[in-house]
């Protein structure tokens, strides 16, 4: 089985009012992300006071070079950071906007260009907040296939006119990564463009009404006639499948591996709690249903770890199943995400059907059982290109 143990290439940070330790991520997240995440879930708002001692500390410039600014490292680093988040923090919607941002962070040094490090990296390393649009108005997904916004060429780059809905982050981001077809360039047209989201013609629609995952603010952003220069194509235009691939895998995996670490103290609270109790005068530790209950969510949590490092570690050394390991990550991330509260929802009694932290926790774990059919198809989109 894969170890999630703190590598030793990429040296502990030491964060200011933050113990020594392995872990300071997850004490940093314990001590600021925590108490906030019941206020964040029910207001609906990205947790920015977090989000800002989480950029001093360093999160960001995991896995980004030295050159470009950061630390150096691995993206494992960068993932395992973020899970750290996830297990000290027990909000998962902030975890999915710090997701989406990392995402970014990983394109832009991968795929960036000078220009882009300087004017658009930087800056989401310091601590603005990204964003990325890969969705269509027509429904949910993100098939690279059916792209229709529209880009006109214009002189010294290009003019983006479409709109973007059930963005993460959107509502409060500063800068966005969307892709559109340029239509001259026929089926492999799909190019990714990088958008300052206070640029001329960028306006901003209502903040979605979400069940679960509340404190990650999702939203549209409308784009009419918005000058993009041509510096700020991403990759070379009609390249945007091939990054996509690679970007969206990666935080596929990163879902798997932080949703699980998000889990890990909701089941340790759940043991607590069966034990300190007494149903007809026996111990509900006693009760092999109540035995199975809980031993599901371990088999939950070690498997969802064990297969997303993998998918993160294939990504790094390029193999050629990559992409559907981290799918099969956040496939059985998600699902086992589902099965896991459903267990802990019971072993909690009425409490798990009441307003506060239980009841959030479910909200937020039941949302993503949406994501597994979309994961499905990725499969076996995966299983029948290995044929050809």
């Given at each position: 089985?894969?170890?999630?143990?703190?590598?030793?290439?990429?040296?502990?940070?030491?964060?200011?009012?933050?113990?020594?330790?392995?872990?300071?991520?997850?004490?940093?997240?314990?001590?600021?992300?925590?108490?906030?995440?019941?206020?964040?879930?029910?207001?609906?708002?990205?947790?920015?006071?977090?989000?800002?001692?989480?950029?001093?500390?360093?999160?960001?410039?995991?896995?980004?070079?030295?050159?470009?600014?950061?630390?150096?490292?691995?993206?494992?680093?960068?993932?395992?950071?973020?899970?750290?988040?996830?297990?000290?923090?027990?909000?998962?919607?902030?975890?999915?906007?710090?997701?989406?941002?990392?995402?970014?962070?990983?394109?832009?040094?991968?795929?960036?260009?000078?220009?882009?490090?300087?004017?658009?990296?930087?800056?989401?390393?310091?601590?603005?907040?990204?964003?990325?649009?890969?969705?269509?108005?027509?429904?949910?997904?993100?098939?690279?296939?059916?792209?229709?916004?529209?880009?006109?060429?214009?002189?010294?780059?290009?003019?983006?006119?479409?709109?973007?809905?059930?963005?993460?982050?959107?509502?409060?981001?500063?800068?966005?990564?969307?892709?559109a077809r340029i239509a001259d360039l026929g089926e492999h047209g799909i190019t990714l463009f990088l958008l300052d989201l206070d640029?001329?013609?960028?306006?901003?629609?209502?903040?979605?009404?979400?069940?679960?995952?509340?404190?990650?603010?999702?939203?549209?952003?409308?784009?009419?006639?918005?000058?993009?220069?041509?510096?700020?194509?991403?990759?070379?235009?009609?390249?945007?499948?091939?990054?996509?691939?690679?970007?969206?895998?990666?935080?596929?995996?990163?879902?798997?591996?932080?949703?699980?670490?998000?889990?890990?103290?909701?089941?340790?609270?759940?043991?607590?709690?069966?034990?300190?109790?007494?149903?007809?005068?026996?111990?509900?530790?006693?009760?092999?249903?109540?035995?199975?209950?809980?031993?599901?969510?371990?088999?939950?949590?070690?498997?969802?770890?064990?297969?997303?490092?993998?998918?993160?570690?294939?990504?790094?050394?390029?193999?050629?199943?990559?992409?559907?390991?981290?799918?099969?990550?956040?496939?059985?991330?998600?699902?086992?995400?589902?099965?896991?509260?459903?267990?802990?929802?019971?072993?909690?009694?009425?409490?798990?059907?009441?307003?506060?932290?239980?009841?959030?926790?479910?909200?937020?774990?039941?949302?993503?059982?949406?994501?597994?059919?979309?994961?499905?198809?990725?499969?076996?989109?995966?299983?029948?290109?290995?044929?050809?």
């Open positions: 089985m894969t170890s999630d143990a703190p590598s030793t290439a990429l040296p502990v940070p030491a964060i200011p009012g933050i113990p020594a330790g392995d872990r300071p991520f997850e004490e940093l997240a314990r001590v600021h992300v925590a108490p906030r995440a019941h206020p964040s879930h029910r207001v609906k708002g990205l947790d920015l006071v977090s989000w800002r001692r989480l950029t001093e500390a360093g999160l960001w410039r995991a896995g980004v070079p030295e050159h470009l600014g950061g630390h150096g490292g691995t993206w494992r680093h960068l993932a395992l950071r973020l899970a750290d988040v996830a297990r000290g923090g027990g909000d998962l919607g902030f975890v999915l906007s710090l997701i989406t941002h990392a995402g970014l962070i990983r394109a832009l040094t991968e795929y960036g260009s000078p220009w882009q490090h300087e004017h658009y990296l930087r800056p989401l390393l310091n601590g603005e907040v990204g964003a990325s649009s890969l969705t269509e108005p027509q429904g949910w997904g993100n098939s690279v296939r059916t792209v229709s916004r529209a880009v006109a060429r214009e002189t010294g780059g290009w003019s983006l006119t479409g709109v973007e809905e059930h963005v993460a982050n959107a509502p409060v981001a500063d800068r966005a990564m969307i892709q640029s001329q013609g960028v306006s901003r629609g209502p903040e979605e009404e979400l069940t679960g995952l509340r404190s990650s603010p999702t939203g549209t952003f409308l784009m009419d006639s918005v000058p993009v220069p041509s510096t700020a194509v991403l990759g070379a235009p009609g390249d945007g499948p091939r990054i996509l691939y690679d970007i969206t895998s990666f935080g596929r995996a990163l879902y798997g591996l932080a949703a699980v670490a998000w889990l890990e103290p909701e089941l340790e609270r759940a043991l607590t709690f069966v034990r300190g109790g007494r149903t007809a005068g026996s111990a509900p530790l006693d009760h092999r249903h109540v035995q199975g209950w809980l031993t599901d969510v371990r088999i939950v949590i070690e498997t969802v770890r064990a297969t997303a490092l993998t998918g993160i570690d294939a990504l790094l050394t390029k193999d050629s199943e990559a992409a559907l390991r981290c799918s099969i990550a956040q496939f059985v991330g998600s699902e086992g995400l589902v099965k896991a509260a459903t267990c802990l929802m019971v072993l909690h009694e009425h409490l798990g059907c009441a307003r506060g932290s239980e009841a959030r926790f479910v909200q937020d774990a039941l949302i993503t059982g949406g994501m597994s059919d979309m994961q499905r198809k990725d499969i076996l989109h995966h299983m029948l290109a290995a044929q050809h």
